[in-house]
């Protein structure tokens, strides 16, 4: 959105940089990956190894 003042306008976000990124990132998930998870984080993680931290941070994001 924005607002005007004479001459001048004064632009602003309608939504937050959050909703943006998770719109975002799902969109982009769903076109590239055919929506699965999985696929997204092979293709990240690849041939690199991940290590036990890693691993157990992102079982509490799955199970949050």
């Known amino acids: 959105g ?3 003042y004479g001459r001048t306008h004064e632009y602003y976000p309608l939504i937050t940089k959050s909703d943006y ?3 975002f990132l799902k969109n982009a998930i769903d076109k590239v990956f055919s929506g699965s998870l ?3 984080v ?3 993680v690849g041939d690199e190894k991940v290590n036990q931290v890693e ?3 992102l ?3 799955l199970e949050e």
């Open 2 to 4: 924005y607002k005007a």
């Open 21 to 23: 990124q998770k719109t």
């Open 38 to 40: 999985t696929s997204l």
């Open 42 to 44: 092979s293709a990240l």
């Open 55 to 57: 691993i157990d941070e």
């Open 59 to 61: 079982k509490r994001l």
